[in-house]
């Protein structure tokens, strides 16, 4: 099994435990709507292009609506078993997936935790968290480009991992999977902030997408 299907066996059993009712890191998403959206990038290709092209946005979303219109079992089992034989994402798999259902296990994990609950992130292996690295990477170079201040990520081993944006120097600390749930704007993250305060402020306020 790979590290990308051991995420996402996790991430099947963590939104079975907390219902499809359940808050997400997602602004505005359930446990349901984020099964759907899964479910929808593995299995309609064509509703991608909403993505991408913002005046087909609008399509994307109605086809990931009515899939969340499915039973929860049945949608949660689409999810299990992985992108179809002729779904683009198969052969890709353990290396377009693995950021991405990390991330949305950590979605599913944190938002039932609530934003402003204490909350202790899992442990994770240290195989795990260097596949990660490659992840914080590469989705780092994409999310930090337009940043307001000249953004570090760094391991606490002291690795610059990548660098980003214009301007003061702004230099956050943390794991790899802290470091890639910060570059895919997420939050609450377990990360180290070091920069003028006003900067650093900024670049937490920023938006991070790729």
């Known amino acids: 099994m790979t590290l990308a299907q051991e995420e996402r066996a996790a991430l099947v059993e963590s939104m079975r435990a907390v219902g499809p009712d359940a808050p ?11 099964a759907a959206h899964i479910v929808v990038r593995e299995r309609r290709p064509d509703s991608g292009l909403g993505i991408l092209i913002k005046p087909l946005a ?15 079992d049945a949608l949660l089992d689409k999810v299990a078993s992985g992108p179809p034989l002729w779904s683009p994402m198969r052969p890709v798999d353990r290396w377009a997936n ?32 260097h596949a990660l690295l490659g992840s914080a990477k590469m989705v780092g ?13 760094r391991t606490p081993d002291g ?8 301007g003061g120097a702004v230099t956050i ?7 890639v ?8 993250v377990a990360l180290e902030f070091d920069g003028d ?5 900024a670049v937490k306020d920023s938006e991070r997408s790729i």
């Open 24 to 34: 997400t890191l997602c602004e505005g998403w359930t446990t349901r709507d984020l």
């Open 197 to 201: 305060e006003a900067l650093v402020s």
């Open 173 to 179: 600390t943390g794991t790899p999977g802290e470091l």
């Open 98 to 129: 693995l950021a991405e259902m990390f991330v949305h296990h950590e979605d599913v994990l944190r938002g039932a935790a609530g934003r402003d609950s204490e909350w202790t992130p899992r442990v994770l292996s240290d195989e795990l968290q």
């Open 181 to 188: 749930l910060f570059a895919y704007g997420r939050a609450p």
């Open 58 to 72: 609008g399509y994307t979303e109605s086809v990931r609506t009515k899939a969340a219109q499915e039973p929860w």
């Open 141 to 153: 170079r994409m999310s930090l480009k337009n940043a307001p201040a000249r953004t570090t990520l």
């Open 159 to 166: 690795h610059d991992v990548v660098s980003g944006g214009q």
